[in-house]
Every structure is written in C-alpha cells, then in structure tokens.
C-alpha cells in the first residue's frame, strides 16, 4: 500500500536529499515543493499541501543565523509560525509530522552532550525561532510530532562548510579557521538517510513520538574539520591555521560547544548517526565533492608562495 511523503524545503541543502532517499521505497509517494510552490508561512497553502499525505518532513527553514539576528521576524515566521501551521495541519489530518530544528536551541555552555530533554537556552534569534518551532510541534502533536535536531550541516546541495574550505583551498594559500567551537559536522544524505528509516519505523509504531538528535557521533572543532577536509581532498591540512572566535565577530552569537547526545535512538532500536569523519569521508568521495577538490588541487601550482 503506497504512501503520501511531503517534504517542504524541498530546494534546499537537506530537502534535495530527503526525497532522493525515498526514491528506493516503492511505497513512498513523494511530494517535494520548494518554496516557490509552498511557503509554510502560509496557513492555507500549508492546509492545502498537507492534505493527503501521511508523513510530512519540514525542511522548510530560515537558516541564515546572523541574517535571524536581523530580521528576527521574518526568521521566526518561518522558523516557528511556519512550523505551528505544519503542526496544526498535521494534527487535522492526522499526518505524521518529521521537523528538522538545531543545536542552536542550546546555550553551548556544557562540556558534554547535550541529552534530548536537556534545558533549552538559545543565544541567537536564530536558536529563538526554531525553539518556538520546537514548542509548537511538542504542542500540537504530543503523539505524532517528532523534532529532529541536527547540527553543522553540509552537502552537495548548496554553500556549506565543507563546500566553501573546498573552493577557498583553489584560491588561498593559508586559511584562518576557528578552533574555539565544537560541535558534530553532520553529512545531510546520512541525516535523509535517518529520517527515512525513522518516518517508516514511525508508521509501523516502532519510533515514539518526541525529541531525536541527527547528528554524526564523536565531535571536533571547525579548526579541525577543515583540516580534516584538506586531507582527504588529497590537499595540505598545514594550510589550516587555528584562531580563536574573536578573530571573526559575527553579529549573532554562536554556541561553544554544540554536541548532542544521542540516547532516544535506543528507543525505536536505532543506533547514532555515525561518526563525523567517517560521514566525511564517504562524502567527499562522491561527484560534487570530488570535483571540487581536484579543481583544488588543479589551482594549487598557479597561487602566489
């Protein structure tokens, strides 16, 4: 018996992904707007699109942090408003609701992991809307709602960390990246991956309804995943130099330490994410990636010693 899947977002870094894992399930009818077909800051609309499926995955999201600093506004109508009216339809219809929030809903001032029901204390406006999305779905749909935070995304889809220390490596000598932070750089095909199998264990009543962590296991610090990046791509890691965070303010505050711990996965009989360098490692062997650093590689004799 088929299935009807919505994935909002469905443009972005994450929402590119989340379909593509679906594909391999022949009972997975998949919905995929972007945002120019479906704005969830649109009530109706999001009534609309939601009708007819059994699991939405919300990877609609303001995602520019220091632009959230901004126009906090705007950032939480769609980081939270947004998500109460995927909530709110869901709990109409009955639909499964997959949403996809972050660490930023944390202070970053720990030292270990951060439990699923740790206390919340965002630093940002960033973290402030997508903890009002949080709130919502835990309100709306205390039995069907499941939040799904994860934490410095990167893929083929899209400017992210790992992309951009690629192109930098074709045209810098030396690189100045921070080593103050920490957290668990998370590969967003191996998250698509997690919320495929945790949308199917959903509708087979094995996953309860709550909080989860997508993030890879393990941590280290962006000084480290860049230099862990140059490495693979076959380019000096001694190009990294590490700095502190004050070297690049940044209008929106950051958290120190990002990691999250991931105990609920043992709920549904699923084991973590795995580790952060693995996940590299399996990424920057694919196409896009690959690409990127033979272009890197290919620049290296033309810069200035």
């Keep these: 018996m088929s299935t009807g899947w919505l994935v909002t977002g469905a443009r972005g870094l994450l929402g590119q992904d989340v379909p593509a894992?679906?594909?391999?399930?022949?009972?997975?009818?998949?919905s995929a707007p972007g945002r120019e077909r479906l704005d969830i800051t649109d009530q109706a609309a999001v009534r609309e699109a939601v009708r007819g499926h059994r699991v939405v995955v919300n990877c609609a999201a303001w995602t520019d942090v220091d632009g959230a600093e901004r126009y906090e506004t705007a950032a939480t109508a769609v980081n939270g408003t947004g998500v109460r009216h995927l909530a709110r339809a869901c709990a109409e219809t009955g639909a499964l609701?997959?949403?996809?929030?972050?660490?930023?809903v944390f202070p970053g001032e720990g030292r270990s992991p951060y439990p699923e029901d740790a206390p919340t204390g965002p630093v940002n406006?960033?973290?402030?809307?997508?903890?009002?999305?949080?709130?919502?779905?835990a309100e709306l749909l205390p039995h069907t709602g499941y939040i799904v935070r994860t934490a410095w995304l990167y893929g083929a889809h899209g400017r992210n960390f790992v992309t951009t220390m690629l192109e930098l490596a074709?045209?810098?000598?030396?690189?100045?990246?921070?080593?103050d932070q920490y957290g668990q750089p998370t590969w967003s095909r191996a998250l698509a991956r997690r919320l495929a199998v945790l949308g199917r264990a959903a509708l087979a009543g094995r996953a309860p309804a709550g909080t989860y962590h997508g993030t890879a296991e393990g941590?280290?610090?962006?000084y480290d995943l860049a230099r862990e990046t140059f490495r693979l791509a076959g380019l000096d890691p001694q190009r990294i130099r590490p700095v502190g965070s004050d070297t690049f303010p940044r209008p929106a505050a950051r958290p120190a330490f990002g990691v999250l711990g991931h105990d609920n996965w043992g709920?549904?009989?699923?084991?973590?994410?795995?580790r952060w360098d693995d996940q590299l490692t399996a990424a920057l062997a694919e196409p896009?990636?690959?690409?990127?650093?033979?272009?890197?590689?290919?620049?290296?004799?033309?810069?200035?010693?």
């Design 267 to 274: 709920r549904c009989g699923l084991p973590p994410l795995e």
């Design 170 to 179: 074709a045209r810098r000598q030396s690189l100045d990246v921070v080593s």
């Design 97 to 104: 609701l997959l949403h996809v929030s972050t660490d930023h």
């Design 288 to 305: 896009s990636f690959a690409a990127l650093a033979a272009a890197a590689r290919a620049n290296l004799a033309r810069l200035p010693a």
């Design 125 to 137: 406006a960033y973290g402030r809307g997508k903890l009002a999305g949080e709130r919502a779905v």
């Design 21 to 30: 894992e679906l594909a391999a399930d022949p009972d997975a009818v998949v």
């Design 219 to 222: 941590h280290t610090t962006w």
